[in-house]
């Protein structure tokens, strides 16, 4: 492999490092690794910056590196590669880069299952899939769960002390250390929780998947007091009913739901796929967001992303109005009923853009609960109603589309 462009990153990142020195640390911003004589140091705000700016490149440059190591593995080889070539007086060569990245690359991948504890829901059963994803009911399975990971029976305590739920929801992840398997999970678990905040669309909070953002019960406490007298009061901010994961509404055939969990961990998605997603998450954090001007930014959001044809644009009138016709030749077939989504989504980008410039400063549950259903609709439609799940691209909806308008 030709590593010319990395051999000159190193050789940069090298030239601009300390060694052995200490960072004042309240006065400028700065990169530490090791300490004493040993130390490697990025100080003031321009290092700083390109040392971040180059690893990241550096990082970026190989694929199977990058897909099957964290970065901060990454960032520890370079560094004793740079000590090195300090101590030795030189400059980094190709041969040393290639030393990084075949060493790297020596070490076959693993396949790992990542486990989490999951809150918010019941299982009867010992265990239910959605998509890729296992959610294992720890009283029935943990036996099971020792016999096909032994290391977890032997460390028994250590692992399992601190669990609070009797949930776990588990993940398998290819990788060739644990530190990148615990990335590549993360992600993929962070779209399940808001595709199932998605699924269930609870806007009254009660019902709500637990795995990075949980909030159970909860309530606010004011103290009132003056110069003679004191007391208090209580709210309660959130109710929480635990939801029946086995309920079959959560893979319903009809509204799509059977398939969009096999697409959060889909390799090689289609472009129209990548938005599906995307959206349904937007509307998921939408669902979870208890600030109404907040959450009706994070539907709309959800809708730009799915619809939005020039990618990056700037909204202008006419991209608005064509958002408004698509949702609306999407959701419905009946004349009238396509004249009243396009009115319900322009009222709705109406107030997004009257908060955005400070024109309006509240929004009504109704408006929520009209962004919840149109673009939740449109989510539906791209699932289950054809031909538009039938798509891969942008370019065969929006053909599509003109071709309803002018029949």
Same mark, same amino acid.
């Not at 492999?1 to 990142?13: A, F, R, S, V, Y």
């Not at 709500?208 to 103290?223: D, E, M, P, S, Y």
């Given at each position: 492999?030709?590593?010319?462009?990395?051999?000159?990153?190193?050789?940069?990142?090298?030239? !601009?490092?300390?060694?052995?020195?200490?960072?004042?640390?309240?006065?400028?911003?700065?990169?530490?690794?090791?300490?004493?004589?040993?130390?490697?140091?990025?100080?003031?705000?321009?290092?700083?910056?390109?040392?971040?700016?180059?690893?990241?490149?550096?990082?970026?440059?190989?694929?199977?590196?990058?897909?099957?190591?964290?970065?901060?593995?990454?960032?520890?080889?370079?560094?004793?590669?740079?000590?090195?070539?300090?101590?030795?007086?030189?400059?980094?060569?190709?041969?040393?880069?290639?030393?990084?990245?075949?060493?790297?690359?020596?070490?076959?991948?693993?396949?790992?299952?990542?486990?989490?504890?999951?809150?918010?829901?019941?299982?009867?059963?010992?265990?239910?899939?959605? &998509?890729?994803?296992?959610?294992?009911?720890?009283?029935?399975?943990?036996?099971?769960? @020792?016999?096909?990971?032994?290391?977890?029976?032997?460390?028994?305590?250590?692992?399992?002390?601190?669990?609070?739920?009797?949930?776990?929801?588990?993940?398998?992840?290819?990788?060739?250390?644990?530190?990148?398997?615990?990335?590549?999970?993360?992600?993929?678990?962070?779209?399940?929780?808001?595709?199932?905040?998605?699924?269930?669309?609870?806007?009254?909070?009660?019902? +709500?998947? &637990?795995?990075?953002?949980?909030? &159970?019960?909860?309530?606010?406490?004011?103290?009132?007091?003056?110069?003679? +007298? !004191?007391?208090?009061?209580?709210? +309660?901010?959130?109710?929480?009913?635990? @939801?029946?994961?086995?309920?079959?509404?959560?893979?319903?055939?009809?509204?799509?739901?059977?398939?969009?969990?096999?697409?959060?961990?889909?390799?090689?998605?289609?472009?129209?796929?990548?938005?599906? !997603?995307?959206?349904?998450?937007?509307?998921?954090?939408?669902?979870?967001?208890?600030?109404?001007?907040?959450?009706?930014?994070?539907?709309?959001?959800?809708?730009?992303?799915?619809?939005?044809?020039?990618?990056?644009?700037?909204?202008?009138?006419?991209?608005?109005?064509?958002?408004?016709?698509?949702?609306? =030749?999407?959701?419905?077939?009946?004349?009238?009923?396509?004249?009243?989504?396009?009115?319900?989504?322009?009222?709705?980008?109406?107030?997004?853009?009257?908060?955005?410039?400070?024109?309006?400063?509240?929004?009504?549950?109704?408006?929520?609960?009209?962004?919840?259903?149109?673009?939740?609709?449109?989510?539906?439609?791209?699932?289950?109603?054809?031909? =538009?799940?039938?798509?891969?691209?942008?370019?065969?909806?929006?053909?599509?589309?003109?071709?309803?308008?002018?029949?």
């Amino acid at each position: 492999m030709k590593l010319q462009k990395e051999t000159d990153i190193i050789n940069q990142l090298l030239s !601009i490092a300390d060694f052995g020195v200490a960072p004042e640390r309240d006065k400028e911003p700065y990169r530490l690794f090791g300490l004493g004589e040993h130390s490697v140091v990025f100080k003031g705000l321009d290092n700083y910056t390109l040392y971040q700016n180059q690893i990241e490149e550096l990082f970026s440059s190989n694929k199977e590196v990058n897909s099957s190591y964290s970065l901060k593995t990454f960032e520890n080889k370079i560094i004793e590669l740079i000590r090195l070539l300090f101590k030795e007086k030189r400059k980094a060569t190709i041969t040393d880069s290639e030393s990084i990245f075949n060493d790297l690359l020596s070490t076959e991948l693993s396949n790992f299952e990542v486990f989490n504890e999951l809150f918010g829901g019941t299982l009867k059963s010992a265990e239910i899939q959605f &998509g890729d994803f296992t959610v294992y009911n720890l009283a029935l399975t943990k036996l099971d769960l @020792f016999k096909k990971y032994p290391p977890l029976c032997k460390h028994e305590n250590l692992y399992f002390d601190y669990i609070k739920s009797n949930l776990l929801i588990g993940i398998n992840v290819k990788a060739r250390e644990q530190n990148k398997a615990n990335e590549i999970a993360d992600i993929y678990l962070r779209s399940f929780e808001n595709i199932m905040s998605y699924v269930l669309a609870d806007l009254s909070h009660n019902s +709500t998947i &637990g795995l990075f953002n949980f909030v &159970g019960h909860r309530t606010r406490k004011a103290i009132i007091c003056n110069e003679k +007298t !004191i007391g208090s009061h209580s709210d +309660t901010l959130s109710m929480f009913i635990e @939801f029946d994961l086995e309920d079959p509404y959560l893979k319903n055939t009809e509204n799509g739901n059977d398939i969009i969990w096999s697409l959060i961990t889909k390799s090689n998605k289609t472009e129209i796929e990548k938005r599906l !997603i995307n959206s349904s998450e937007w509307i998921g954090k939408a669902i979870n967001e208890k600030d109404y001007p907040k959450s009706l930014f994070q539907f709309v959001i959800a809708i730009e992303g799915m619809l939005q044809h020039t990618e990056r644009a700037f909204v202008t009138p006419s991209i608005v109005s064509q958002l408004s016709d698509w949702l609306a =030749f999407i959701i419905e077939d009946d004349l009238e009923e396509r004249k009243s989504i396009s009115k319900y989504f322009k009222d709705i980008y109406q107030k997004r853009s009257a908060i955005a410039h400070g024109g309006v400063k509240s929004i009504e549950k109704e408006d929520i609960d009209i962004a919840l259903m149109i673009s939740k609709l449109m989510i539906i439609c791209f699932l289950t109603k054809p031909p =538009f799940n039938t798509f891969n691209n942008i370019e065969q909806l929006s053909t599509h589309i003109t071709e309803l308008k002018f029949r």
